[in-house]
């Protein structure tokens, strides 16, 4: 007999696509320029294969934040026949952190609904996807071993099993760290305080900040509170599955490379 999972328990993805991605200049004006979610490879946009690879996992309700050139997003979605419509959420202030394009989320979060919280720069094998929805950890980042030097990395470091800091310049000591892919899984009850952090750092002015932050101080939190910690937030270490964050020119051909390496 087939497991039905209860409606309240599934998942609801909310993608980051708002930023202007300006790292990735190419000399093209900025008004006539997409978001690095439409960049294509192998003929099909990331924003695309997001939404393919989510469907087919089983995600039906995806929701998209967008910012700038937002009507190249909603032009794209509607070329998506497949599968359930996308919604959209609108950041008007995207030139500014993206802990923004999550409060403007905070909806999605507060839903009653774990939630698939994913940045939309990044190619990526599917089967990253399915280790972090059939992963067994309430709260789930996704971790790789192989990270370049640097502070451009964000870091998520692990200790005595745990982890214990999550950033592109970690502060707090740690045994060893991966590379974090930008993708998590995040329980209901999380994901709601994850809005209310958002909210709180928008509130206080701290609208400069990543939205890597908040998620951050809920690590930090649980670490500090050893009785109730229950592995609150762990890893699946996907070392060795091809995926790529897109920020920079000489990333867009590493992308390319990678393109036969994905499960297809």
Known sequence: MSLIVPAEAQPRALILAAGVGCRLDDGTPEALRKPKALLEFGGKSLLARHVEILHAAGVTSITVI???????????????????????????????????????????????????????????????????????????????????????????????????????RPTLPYDWHGESVGFFRFSAATAAELADRAEAYVADGRRAMEYEEPIRDMIIASNLNDAANQAHFGFEDISGLPWTEIDFPEDVAKAQALLPELVA
């Open 66 to 168: 967008t910012g700038f050139a937002g009507a190249f997003i909603r032009a794209e979605l509607a070329k998506l026949s497949d599968g359930p419509p996308v919604s959209v959420l609108v950041n008007p202030d995207f030139r500014e952190g993206s802990v923004v394009s999550l409060h403007a989320g905070r909806e999605v979060m507060r839903g009653g609904h774990p939630v698939i919280l994913m940045d939309a720069d990044v190619l990526y094998d599917r089967r990253l996807m399915a280790r972090l929805l059939d992963s067994t950890l309430p709260n789930c980042l996704l971790l790789d071993r192989a990270i370049e030097p640097g502070d451009e990395p964000v870091k998520l470091c692990v200790r005595d099993g745990r982890i214990v800091d999550f950033r592109k």
